[in-house]
């Protein structure tokens, strides 16, 4: 009985943890896609900025 059961506990944190391991990298890749959108606006708005002021 008590092997039985630490073994399912084990498996169980196992589980968890994988799990989590999952979730972690996949909010990893959203934040990462936004923070790219994000750098990549903030450089397009730059760069316009920086046409604006040499027009002038």
């Known amino acids: 009985m008590g092997t039985g059961a630490s073994l399912d ?5 196992r589980t968890v943890i994988v799990r989590l391991t999952e979730a972690l990298d996949y909010l990893r890749t959203i934040l990462a896609h936004k923070f790219f959108i ?10 316009a900025g920086m046409r604006h002021v040499v027009c002038y």
């Open 38 to 47: 994000f750098r990549d606006y903030l450089r397009e708005s730059t760069n």
């Open 9 to 13: 506990v084990y498996r169980l944190l």
